[in-house]
């Protein structure tokens, strides 16, 4: 089962990671809940750090028991790459360590997740930006047609021709095609900086949903070690392919 699926569950669910060891091809892996566990050589315990989500759904607030104290992170040294464990919109999310920010869940189940330093927001680096659409179907088209042509010929078959006309192609866009339904890329955003990002796209069909996710990281050029741990933990920790 995808994670985007569990998170249409969204009481007192937590991504899938977190109850499981995650065992990705590459990169980093989160296992279990932390409590009364000692890390391995090679495996960091990171504590959790609450951001406050908003919810579309009247009532609905997250808990602090809707996530784990701690959990443990394998695969690299925190003194070295200091990065830090985020619960937000009822999952784990990993970024720079003391970072604060803001979380929103909507009634479809779409997920904004921003990273930042005290006293930042999103629209000055450095940042984390984390979204997913896994139900508003002309939602992820939309988002998806800067990354992938067959979300484009899904817009302009599902939709006239005006929604691709609205479609905003970031600045000096360069694609990496890992696979039909996963790319990375960096554009500009304004005139001197740079972001970095990953993008997952599976496309509607009778028979099923379709999902649209994405990460994009502005840590400026010193930190591309950092970007590129935290851009390829997504990807495994998701279960993007």
Same mark, same amino acid.
């Given at each position: $089962? ?55 759904? +009247? ?20 003194? /070295? ?69 067959? #979300?484009? #010929? ?5 939709? +006239?021709?005006? $929604? ?16 039909? /339904?996963?790319?990375?890329? /960096? ?18 069909? +009778? ?17 591309? #070690? $950092? /970007? ?8 495994? $920790?998701?279960?993007?392919?």
């Amino acid at each position: $089962m995808r994670i985007s699926s569990l998170l249409y569950l969204l009481t007192g669910l937590v991504i899938f990671c977190l109850f499981v060891s995650c065992k990705p091809k590459q990169g980093i892996s989160v296992t279990a809940s932390a409590e009364n566990k000692s890390a391995a050589n090679d495996s960091v315990i990171l504590p959790v750090t609450i951001i406050v989500t908003t919810y579309g759904i +009247d009532g609905m607030e997250s808990k602090a028991n809707d996530y784990p104290k701690t959990i443990i992170v394998e695969g690299f040294d925190t003194t /070295t790459m200091p990065i830090a464990a985020y619960g937000a919109s009822q999952a784990i999310w990993l970024g720079p360590k003391g970072y604060t920010g803001s979380a929103e869940t909507g009634a479809d189940g779409s997920v904004a997740i921003r990273l930042f330093p005290p006293g930042g927001n999103e629209g000055k680096p450095p940042f984390v930006r984390y979204q997913l659409i896994p139900a508003c179907v002309g939602c992820m088209m939309s988002a998806a047609a800067p990354y992938f042509e067959n #979300a484009k #010929a899904d817009l302009l078959k599902d939709y +006239d021709s005006a $929604m691709l006309n609205i479609v905003r192609i970031p600045d000096k866009l360069l694609i990496q095609k890992k696979s039909a /339904t996963l790319v990375t890329y /960096t554009y500009m955003e304004g005139s001197s900086l740079q972001i970095t990002g990953v993008a997952y796209y599976s496309s509607p069909t +009778d028979s099923r949903m379709g999902v649209f996710e994405q990460a994009e990281f502005a840590l400026g050029p010193n930190n591309k #070690a $950092m /970007t590129d741990l935290l851009l390829n933990s997504y990807i495994s $920790m998701w279960g993007l392919k």
